[in-house]
């Protein structure tokens, strides 16, 4: 039961132009959101996270979107850079159980590829 | 400050015989997560422990693993009887058990365990 997926195993995109990442989670108990870059041979980088209660959050490049009702968010990067090429990764938590620490559901990861 | 320690970065054992893998939070996060990447796949939740306690083991095999993180000293995870199916790259993650949104998960490298 895969509750959160990320549908684009790759993508490939021109230094400069944005990158959108998305991903698509079936449990409505999630409600933090966090994505984390991954170099090979590197555990995962956190980047950046998004609580339920907004619908965007912004750090430099970096725009997560969540659409609650879609059950959907995506993350911008504009401009890409070449060293941006990495697998990214998005997670989600539920704050279920009163706590707002516990285990991360991860999507499949996307290979983002930022061509020079 | 540095930031979550994991030890061996790789380990190869034969099948049969046991595997430790050693975890340092970072400096004032009491909180540590195991996940497991098998290869082409996302990370998987495998257990959470804070110091002395086990709070969440649904993601851990229920035969030949165990995890603990001892009141001095590091989280270790424990695999017995190695299994060729057991070749992953582990990570550990740490935070500070925050209350409320914001308690970010951080990385260690990774263990790259390979069973002959």
């Known amino acids: 039961d895969q509750q959160v997926k990320q549908n684009s195993p790759s993508l490939s995109v021109q230094e400069g132009r944005i990158s959108i990442l998305n991903c698509d989670y079936t449990n409505s108990m999630f409600d933090y959101f966090l994505w984390y870059k991954k170099y090979p041979a590197e555990g995962p980088t956190f980047l950046i996270s998004?609580?339920?209660?907004?619908d965007k959050n912004e750090d430099g490049r970096f725009t997560v979107f969540l659409n609650k009702s879609a059950k959907h968010l995506s993350l911008h990067i504009v401009p890409s850079q070449p060293g941006d090429s990495a697998v990214y990764f998005c997670a989600a938590k539920s704050n279920a159980g009163g706590t707002s620490y516990g285990k991360l559901t991860f999507g499949q990861g996307t290979i983002l590829t930022v061509h020079p | 400050n540095a930031g979550v320690m994991q030890n061996p970065r790789h380990l190869v054992r034969r099948r049969g015989q046991e595997a430790r893998l050693r975890c340092s939070p970072m400096?004032?996060?009491?909180?540590v997560y195991w996940y497991r990447q098998l290869p082409e796949e996302g990370l998987k939740f495998m257990v959470y422990l804070q110091k002395e306690n086990i709070i969440d083991e649904s993601g851990m095999p229920k035969e030949r693993f165990s995890a603990e993180f001892p009141k001095e000293g590091p989280s270790i995870l424990r695999i017995q009887q190695v299994v060729r199916g057991d070749s992953a790259a582990y990570f550990c993650a740490s935070s500070e058990g925050l209350a409320g949104f914001g308690d970010t998960q951080y990385f260690g490298p990774g263990t790259r365990l390979t069973v002959l």
């Open positions: 400096k004032g996060h009491s909180h």
């Open positions: 998004i609580s339920s209660i907004k």
